[in-house]
């Protein structure tokens, strides 16, 4: 069974960035399946990010421009790469598959606190 590992979350000023990956221990999965999630205190997880078929790629409105998903296959990993950060990209990020597909097992997820 494919264990999702994300990582790469942490404190970070308004304006800052920071680049998450999503490894899996186990087994190899398809990262070009993948999509990032999150979920912020008291909210509703929501997908943020995900790469599509031929290689496409689609982003929550909030995020576009600011963020993007990426995928080494070699590495068998994928990121997100999140600048001008805003308040309200605090959450807990974690990595699954994305549109198109159903999320399997959750992984624990890396804290982002965007915070002065």
């Known amino acids: 069974q494919v264990q999702l590992v994300e990582s790469g979350g942490g404190l970070v000023q308004p304006g800052g960035s920071l680049r998450l990956s999503c490894a899996a221990s186990?087994?190899?999965?398809?990262?070009?399946?993948m999509g990032w999630y999150r979920q912020a205190p008291g909210k509703q997880r929501e997908m943020v990010a995900s790469?599509?078929?031929?290689?496409?790629?689609w982003y929550e409105d909030s995020v576009k421009g600011r963020f993007t998903i990426s995928a080494d296959n070699a590495k068998n990993t994928v990121y997100l790469q999140m600048n001008n950060l805003k308040r309200e990209d605090t959450a807990v990020y974690y990595c699954?598959?994305?549109?198109?597909?159903?999320?399997?097992?959750w992984g624990q997820g890396t804290q982002v606190t965007v915070s002065s």
């Open positions: 699954n598959l994305g549109l198109g597909h159903i999320p399997t097992g």
């Open positions: 186990g087994s190899r999965f398809n990262v070009y399946a």
């Open positions: 790469i599509i078929s031929g290689g496409r790629t």
